[in-house]
């Protein structure tokens, strides 16, 4: 079993930053794809950025130029930089990864709780 534990949401003003960090543990595991998602009232979970174990990044055309998702293999653990945040990036964000656990090939995937980031105009 794997745990994340996320933080780093809150209250902004447009315009401004915040950094948002996702850390997991447990044993026996190795995570592969690391990634970020979102969900605004009244509407679907979307992806915004996810990063694979070597570091090649995809971002949503949204984000693009404002958010960077970046990773520590050594301390299981993804960032997600939010710059020049806008009033429609207010949304749960949660974490999302794709591990092996010991020695089996199956990935599968552990979620976040979520963290509010609120961004007002």
């Known amino acids: 079993q794997v745990e994340l534990v996320e933080s780093g949401g809150g209250l902004v003003q447009a315009g401004g930053s915040l950094r948002l960090s996702c850390a997991a543990s447990?044993?026996?595991?190795?995570?592969?794809?690391m990634g970020w998602f979102r969900q605004a009232p009244g509407k679907q979970r979307e992806l915004v950025a996810r990063i694979s174990r070597g570091g090649t990044t995809h971002y949503a055309d949204s984000v693009k130029g404002r958010f960077t998702i970046s990773r520590d293999n050594a301390k299981n653990t993804v960032y997600l930089q939010m710059n020049s945040l806008e009033f429609e990036d207010t949304a749960v964000y949660y974490c999302?990864?794709?591990?092996?656990?010991?020695?089996?090939?199956?990935?599968?995937?552990?979620w976040g709780q979520g963290t509010q980031v609120t961004v007002s105009s």
């Open positions: 999302k990864i794709e591990v092996t656990h010991g020695g089996y090939s199956k990935l599968v995937d552990y």
């Open positions: 447990g044993s026996t595991f190795r995570v592969y794809v």
